[in-house]
């Protein structure tokens, strides 16, 4: 149990272009999802909190306008990444947590390329 | 602040060679620590959550340790498939869920 997946796992754009990554928990509902960036041989850098039914929440930094976190239901969050330049081509990974066991279980990840 | 930091940054072993891999943080209200596993080009896979000083999880050849300022993931007699990055993060009270992840040790075990 506790699977997330996410779609796609690899996508390449040209720039100016916008791209939604879709993040959904398989076999349970999750109220809280997160979208992470990681950079080669880098951790994982918290983006933005994403909560079912409101807006969602922002780390310092990341840009609410460029990168558009819509969490529509208990199981599905997306990740749209507007007006797409190469400086934003990266691994970007979603996690939800599984309340049950209180444990964030992360998703796959979506290799973002953006010529 | 709150920190974790991973020790070492890269560790290579011996198949066979047992080590410790440690995750020593500063923070105010812990809730839980947590141990995953990534490999390249992956998410990252759960491993074990600790949530007092003196709990210690195990699952194969892994054991994980928690005292009030660190905690140790233990490799006992590695193979190669556990080649692998291994992060920590902690969890706080009141911060809704969100993970401070360490930077990872990255360990690499030889056959």
């Known amino acids: 149990g506790a699977v997330v997946s996410q779609h796609p796992s690899r996508v390449i754009c040209k720039s100016g272009t916008s791209v939604k990554i879709e993040c959904r928990s398989l076999?349970?509902?999750?109220?809280?999802m997160f979208w992470y960036r990681q950079f080669p041989k880098q951790s994982l850098m918290l983006m933005a909190t994403?909560?079912?039914?409101?807006?969602?929440?922002?780390e310092q930094g990341v840009e609410k306008d460029k990168f558009l976190i819509n969490h529509a239901s208990l199981t599905l969050s997306t990740l749209t990444v507007t007006s797409a330049h190469p400086e934003d081509s990266s691994f970007y990974i979603c996690?939800?947590?599984?309340?049950?066991?209180?444990?964030?279980?992360f998703g796959p990840g979506t290799r973002l390329t953006v010529l | 602040e709150d920190q974790v930091t991973q020790s070492p940054e890269a560790l290579r072993l011996q198949e066979g060679e047992s080590s410790s891999l440690n995750c020593s943080y500063t923070?105010?209200?812990?809730?839980?620590l947590f141990w995953y596993r990534q490999d390249p080009g992956k998410g990252p896979e759960f491993l074990f959550t600790?949530?007092?000083a003196g709990e210690e999880k195990e699952k194969e050849r892994l054991k994980a340790t928690l005292t009030k300022k660190e905690s140790f993931l233990h490799i006992t007699a590695p193979k190669p498939e556990d080649s692998a990055t291994y992060l920590c993060?902690?969890?706080?009270?009141?911060?809704?869920?969100?993970?401070?992840f360490g930077q990872g040790t990255e360990l690499s075990v030889k056959p």
């Open positions: 994403s909560n079912e039914g409101s807006k969602a929440t922002y």
């Open positions: 600790l949530y007092s």
């Open positions: 923070v105010s209200g812990l809730r839980g």
């Open positions: 996690s939800a947590i599984y309340e049950s066991t209180d444990t964030q279980y």
């Open positions: 993060a902690v969890r706080l009270y009141n911060q809704g869920g969100k993970l401070i």
């Open positions: 076999d349970f509902q999750a109220t809280t």
